[in-house]
């Protein structure tokens, strides 16, 4: 089959890779509908943490399953399934919990390499979610963003406990920031700050329900954000980046008592523990349980009252991943997606 | 009148202070009825953030209200009274959210100096809370440990979420550790690990309801805890010590999905982005809004349901603060009470 690779930094190929095929009883195989770049695959791809050796790529899929290991039993073949970007049995404590990305069988599907034809999902019935029937076309790419962006953003809402009354500013354009903007709103936020200095971006988040949008950065942005609270900061702050900066500009523009859900993988950040002590903020974040929220973001996309696939600004056939890799890297495009 | 002053690492000194007077509508003056020196004053005391003057020490208090200001109505005169290590309001936004001591007028009682005989407490209606009468004498440490101590480790044990079916653990054997295990205890924890290598630590924190003992610290530590618990870590952890190794410990001693209640002031403290990151334990801790819990707290005691007094293990005479220092910094004594 045909499979995205990364080579180097800025080296990504689509070339012939192994056919997956069933390897445990909970395993499904599945034929990959669609699949994207994500922002967490730019790290790699710019060199920060660049691989030692070619490794596929991708962990957002929608697909159909084409086979599944004899102890499958949710999902069966001729299925449309999304999944979350870490396989999870859903029934160990931790899933339980509600922190399937941390699943004491956690498998982490970028390690597949979802940008490809075809990709076997372990733990098939606690990764996979069917939808209610065959998609319209048009619901594909919302149903793909459920896989990880989506999910992402609406943890970090709920980490930044984004709800009635409350205010919560957003750190981060790119999707899963445009999506914490989304998730916010669904989730009944008063007010909502996109920090964004890109005028498309800008115009993508207000859609998407933001009320303010603030386009300063670091101490400039948080003293606006403060200016715009009453002096007190928001009640809840999703971090979508994953550097100091952004780490600090969250943590810094969350009111005493408040919340920040950070969900920007993070890179060289090292927090001040005094400075944390004082601020006295929740702090909650990682590799969202996508898992947890996917039955209800799938019901929401299904019946069209959200439509996050927006993001998507882009489609390109599979083979084209390398200008998909570009084009995001450059901020040409906020998300692209692969059509196998 | 007569109160303690530190002047340079383990210089402490009892002198002549000028006489406090009400400044201000809303302040009380009281007369102390107990102090004691705190965990926290022994971070200046032994050098790590020195004084740069001779300041006055002590932010714990019990007291017996002198005058109030034309502006206070809650107490009155001859009351018997606790309060915070914060003067705060209550009225807030941020204290009616629980978080008192980053009230937006909050006063550190510390500048004040409550190891003397004579105290100003400013914002008195929203700082102070009256007992139901004279309290018998025995009850008076237990009142004074809820001015900080108790307060501060209900509201790590609180942060950490614990309640019935939890696992809590306790890194730090000093009063807040040890009262942390009380917290958790009253707040129906099931089981709770005490880290302490201290005998007569261990035996009050199995009086307070510690169902474990870990010896162990750091990884060693951390293993352990992962063993009592099948693998996964506690469900929370109340860190009451303040240093990048007991902080890591609490980290690591958490499940995935689980909550650190970090209430040891942060000295020299860094923690590590990423791992914070795919830890996926949810954070909170700083100065603790004791005022939130004191009515509790109060009532607790008044009915002698809890004994926190128990982790005074020594009573001097204000005149002798400099002992009751040294005392705590040689760790002869837990916690010293002050009798003005």
Known sequence: MRGAVLYAPGDVRVEE???????????????????CVCGSDLWPYRGVSAPSRPVPMGHEYVGVVEETGAGVSTVGVGDTVVGSFFASDNTCEICRAGFQARCVNAVPMGSLG???????????DGTLVATPGHPDDDLVPSLLAASDVLGTGWFAAVAAQAGPGRTIAVVGDGAVGLLGVLAAKQLGAERIVAMSRHAPRQALALEFGATDIVTERGDDGVARVKELTGGLGAHGVIEAVGTQESMMQAIRSTRPGGHVGFVGVSHGVELPGRELFFAQVHLLGGPAPVRRFLPE????????????????????????????????????????????
């Open 297 to 340: 973001l799938i019901d929401l996309i299904w019946s069209r009252r959200i439509d996050p696939g927006r993001v998507f600004d882009r489609t390109l056939p599979l083979d084209d991943a390398a200008e998909a890799y570009a084009a995001m890297d450059e901020r040409r495009a906020v998300k692209v997606l692969l059509r196998p």
């Open 114 to 124: 979802a940008q490809a034809q075809y990709l076997r999902v372990p733990l098939a």
């Open 17 to 35: 890779r192994a056919d997956p095929a069933i390897e445990e009883p909970s395993d499904a195989l599945i034929r990959v509908v669609a699949a």
